[in-house]
């Protein structure tokens, strides 16, 4: 049993294999646009995948840090916590 491929699928396949073969054996005038599109394709999905989680992960650890500060005084006051 053969499954089909969704038209959205077939067109990044077909999209990413023309941007490979610009950057592998495209024409002489071609092959620089090839590299500089592949180039930038990785370069943008390290950025999508790696460092904005790792922004996430450091301006939550702030966001914490920053709660907590504020938090203290409520935590040194148990009528405070309570009252709430």
Do not use: C, W
Not at 15 to 36: D, N, V
Not at 57 to 64: T, V
Not at 69 to 81: F, G, H, Q, W
């Amino acid at each position: 049993m053969s499954e089909a491929v969704d038209p959205p699928t077939q067109a990044e396949i077909a999209k990413r294999a023309h941007e490979i073969y610009l950057a592998r054996a495209g024409g002489e005038a071609r092959r620089p646009l090839g590299l500089a599109v592949v180039g930038g394709l990785l370069v943008s999905q390290l950025i999508t995948l790696y460092l904005t989680p790792v922004v996430y992960i450091y301006l939550d650890a702030f966001q914490r840090k920053l709660a907590g500060v504020r938090l203290s005084a409520k935590t040194r006051n148990p009528e405070l916590i309570a009252s709430e």
